[in-house]
């Protein structure tokens, strides 16, 4: 029967050419694979004889090697430091047939029975599953120190005094195979050995990555990223101020898309000294798709151990959300054998807020969720402000500041998408210095008058005055129209719908909730657009605009006022009875809501005919101009009522 651990002849012979190798004398500034692995062998010797004597009877070892072509030089390499030694037996080759797995379980199980140690230079301990019945140690490759890395090079390539090493983070990552120089190198190799470190990490440096607090948007979650940053460097010190385990290891990002968690994580991967390693968890899913769940248990095993491999690493995980719940307690498996050997700091992100908030997380081992909002307008204001000036540009503060609100529920790329499509339209037009218009345009995606879909004259005046009977409503009824932010009445295709014009409103960033008056001046606003449609034309003239989806104007207010009546206690009767039913099962409250909707739209109504000189000059300063900013609408309307009293 096939023997898995014998070993011929041939290996001995290599061995005796391994111990040549290592006694020659080299002419040239070059080294092999057998010296390198004679450097680790001699460093890992002490370790196992230390491990062996305090355990003190035949053991089984794990000596992790992820280099696949080293793996067998070092496995060579202990075998013949441990020649004298004849309790100990090495080995780097490991079963895969079911067969191999049985044949090499029993050999193991009489070799200890024997007396006889077993160290196993393997990438990682699962490949000995099935095959030893308990690990007692798992030895990792010492990381180099500048100090030690200079003296291993002193002695590889023959230099009369060690190289110089910076006290640089690259130094830690040096592997094996970074310090097989080419023979025709000549003089300090360290520059080379940096140079081949730094470009195999290159995908995980985060030294570039811009710093915490130029984040936009983060203050929220800056105080924990920075206690966070001080934990791990903490748990990083030589001096072990605090375990790894005693900090938080696995975290949650939640936010749209775009607010800065891949930035966040990197920043945080930058200032706390780690690598960076991201990948996305839709790829586990795909593997559980296509095979069965050990074949994405592995794939997710394989990522933990390459992240392990350039620790101490930030792993960031995407997608959070497309795992299903066994994938998702795999995962927490693997977060639960994080150590401070091989240090991760596990952060996963989802664009599902309720997901993010859902007990799943809990069985992935992630300790809390940290929510990113998007700035505020104040916030983009003062990136606009950083950006504008590099650039030629013609606009005030005060149109800064309207681009900040318009451009509120970005993000920080958003930001920059929108000065890119602007410069572009002024660039294309003559070269000219950026303005206003041009951003709001690429904000607001205004479609070239040849890619607008083709309305009559008659839709376009209808839809003027509706867009202005809304913003006359705002201006009357909701804090003189503070939160209009645009109008327009340029048609553009919205997926398969067509929208005729809009008025754009924001909340108030400074108010976080409406007493009764303020709410049902919403509604009046809804309605203001409908309501000047009848005035104008009559009710018989009146078009479907107002209605027809859920997120038309009639669906909107019908909300609304529900929300007042059933959840806020504002109910004409007085009562203070919650009611979450829906209208169609709650006939009281539907008609509840439908006397507050009637009253609502007959105060509009009155509103908009006793200020219709307002409706007609916004209607027609729209017809001309098509779009207007938030600022252009109030400074409209303020002119006409000037005029008038």
């Known amino acids: 029967m096939f023997s898995f651990f014998r070993r011929s002849l041939d290996a001995s012979l290599t061995a005796f050419s391994l111990i040549s190798n290592r006694l020659s004398t080299k002419a040239e500034p070059a080294v092999t694979r057998s010296e390198i692995a ?68 029993v050999e193991v199980m009489n070799a200890l029975n024997n007396g006889r140690t077993h160290v196993y230079v393997v990438p990682n301990e699962r490949v000995l599953k099935g095959v030893v019945p308990a690990i007692d140690e798992i030895l990792l490759l010492p990381r180099f120190t500048p100090q030690t890395l200079a003296q291993a090079c002193q002695s590889f390539f023959d230099f009369p005094e060690a190289p110089a090493v910076p006290s640089e983070k690259w130094v830690a990552h040096v592997a094996p195979q970074d310090l097989l120089i080419n023979s025709s190198v000549q003089g300090d190799p360290i520059p080379h050995v940096r140079a081949t470190v730094l470009r195999r990490l290159r995908d995980h440096d985060c030294s570039n990555a811009p710093p915490l607090e130029s984040l936009l948007g983060m203050s929220a979650v800056r105080d924990w990223a920075t206690a966070l940053i001080d934990d791990i460097q903490d748990a990083l010190d030589p001096e072990v101020r605090c375990q790894w385990t005693q900090i938080e290891r696995a975290v949650v990002f939640a936010g749209s898309r775009g607010a800065g968690k891949a930035s966040l994580s990197r920043a945080i991967a930058r200032a706390a000294g780690l690598q960076w390693y991201s990948l996305s968890a839709r790829r586990w899913a795909t593997f559980l798709e296509e095979d069965s769940i050990s074949v ?59 997901f993010a908030s859902s007990s799943h997380l809990r069985s992935a081992n992630f300790e809390h969720t940290v929510y990113l909002p998007l700035p505020t307008s104040s916030l983009l204001e003062s990136a606009l402000k950083q950006h504008l000036k590099e650039m030629r540009n013609e606009l005030s503060d005060e149109e800064i500041s309207q681009v900040g609100r318009l451009a509120l529920g970005s993000t920080a790329s958003d930001l920059e ?55 006359v409503m705002h201006f009357l009824d909701v804090r003189q129209g503070k939160e209009i932010q645009y109008a327009s009445v340029v048609p553009r295709r919205m997926g398969y719908l067509t929208a005729l014009g809009f008025v754009m409103r924001l909340k108030d960033e400074e108010s976080y909730s409406l007493t009764k008056a303020e709410a049902l001046a919403r509604i009046r606003m809804m309605f203001g657009g409908r309501c000047a449609q009848e005035i104008l034309s009559g009710a018989d003239h009146v078009t479907t605009g107002s209605g027809g989806s859920d997120d038309s104007d009639l669906a909107k207010a019908t909300k609304m006022a529900a929300h007042l009546i059933g959840r806020c206690g504002f109910s004409a009767s007085e009562s203070l009875v919650y009611r979450d039913a829906r209208l169609e099962d709650d006939p009281e409250l539907r008609k509840e809501v439908d006397v507050l909707l009637r009253e609502q739209y007959q105060q509009t109504r009155k509103s908009l005919q006793d200020n219709w000189n307002l409706v007609e000059a916004l209607a027609h300063r729209l017809l001309a101009e098509q779009e207007l900013s938030g600022h252009e609408v109030r400074q409209i309307l303020t002119e006409v009522r000037k005029a008038v009293s």
Do not use: W
């Open 417 to 471: 998408l929108y000065l890119r499509r602007a410069s572009r339209i002024a660039r294309r037009d003559g070269a000219r210095s950026l303005t206003f218009d041009d951003l709001a345009v690429a904000i607001m995606e205004t479609p070239s008058p040849g890619a607008r879909p083709k309305i009559s004259g008659e839709e376009l005046r209808l839809t003027a005055y509706h867009e202005a009977g809304h913003a």
């Open 296 to 354: 994405a248990v592995s794939a997710m095993e394989d990522d933990f151990d390459a992240a392990r491999a350039i620790s101490p690493t930030v792993l960031f995980i995407e997608n959070l959300e497309d795992l299903p719940e066994k994938l998702l307690q795999a995962l927490g498996q693997l977060v639960s054998r994080i150590d401070s050997l091989e240090p991760i700091f596990v952060i996963g992100s989802t664009i599902d807020e309720d």
């Open 38 to 105: 004679g450097y680790f062998a001699d460093l890992l010797l002490p370790r196992l004889l230390d491990s062996q004597a305090k355990l003190g009877r035949p053991g089984i070892f794990i000596v992790k090697c992820s280099n696949d072509e080293f793996r067998e030089d070092l496995s060579l390499a202990l075998h013949v430091a441990l020649l004298d030694r004849k309790s100990f037996e090495v080995t780097a080759s490991f079963p895969i047939d079911r067969d191999e797995v049985k044949a090499a379980a």
